[in-house]
């Protein structure tokens, strides 16, 4: 049987190694740094790897590491921001909706100042109104109790 860890060539054991390295050298956690610390260590004893790289290209080797896990980073951060973005789209969309006006009318700005059909108080221009093809407007505010009362009125 062919364990995973038979399958790695030294340079994937070496790449390993100097990621954990490289964590263990930047996180702020300690107690992570210890851990990833002694992960890579045994890395390199059992896989003999001081033996693989001279002084010069380990420090080369740990700086690709570095950039890598940068890039890693940034590449997650890219990721939360998608789906900040994403849920806050989906927030929008679940925002309520003006309940659908029925037949024969719609929701509009009001065109000029006139007065509401059912409060009979004035509605300016530019004011959301529901509008009713040959009777008027009605306030938006209003509208919920116009309806109640239409409805009461059909019973
Ligand atoms: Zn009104």
Redesign the pocket.
């Known amino acids: 049987m062919v364990r995973p860890s038979d399958a790695r060539t030294p340079v994937d054991v070496r790449r390993k190694a100097l990621q954990l390295i490289s964590l263990a050298t930047s996180t702020t956690w300690p107690e992570e740094a210890r851990t990833t610390a002694l992960i890579a260590v045994r890395l390199i004893v059992e896989h003999n790897l001081l033996e693989l790289s001279t002084p010069g290209n380990l420090e080369e080797l740990l700086a690709k590491a570095r950039a890598e896990g940068a890039r890693e980073e940034q590449s997650r951060r890219f990721k939360q921001d998608a789906a900040d973005r994403e849920r806050a789209a989906r927030a929008r969309e679940q925002k309520p909706r003006m309940p659908r006006a029925p037949d024969g009318c719609a929701w509009i700005h009001a065109r000029f100042d006139s007065v ?6 004035r ?1 300016t221009t530019g004011e959301k109104v529901l509008w009713e093809k040959g009777a008027g407007v ?2 938006e ?3 919920p109790e ?1 309806y109640a009362q239409a409805k009461a009125r059909e019973q």
């Open positions: 509401c059909i059912f409060c009979g108080t509605v009605i306030h505010a209003c509208w116009a």
